[in-house]
């Protein structure tokens, strides 16, 4: 895989097609339920940790002043919902594992 190469769903379907010997039609209803399932949790402000993997979190931001950065003037930000990821600590010794490999 090359430096630049984005996983799609379309990859993640023929990752499972492979894996499992699904056809292209069952493994492509798999993981689109499977990423429905997770942002249905996280609408529900749910917390999603998937083990090995990470945890992804919805977060409240309180209203707050901010500013426009290219004018400089003050402008009132609106309090909103987010969603961070924390990778596991499996993932991140990969990751580095990877980098320094």
């Given amino acids: 895989m090359d430096d630049h190469h984005t996983l799609t769903r379309a990859d993640l379907c023929d990752a ?23 942002v249905e949790s996280l609408e529900r402000g749910e917390t999603v940790k998937l083990s090995g993997f990470g945890v992804f979190q919805v977060r409240e931001k309180r209203a707050r002043m901010g500013r426009n ?3 400089g003037v003050p402008a009132a930000i609106n309090p909103r919902r987010v969603i961070s990821f924390r990778a596991s600590q ?4 990969r990751v580095h594992a990877a980098a320094a490999g």
């Fill in 90 to 93: 499996i993932m991140k010794s």
């Fill in 69 to 71: 950065p290219k004018t």
């Fill in 16 to 38: 499972v097609h492979e894996a499992l010997g699904l056809s292209r039609n069952e493994c492509a209803t798999l993981v689109e339920r499977t990423l429905g399932l997770i």
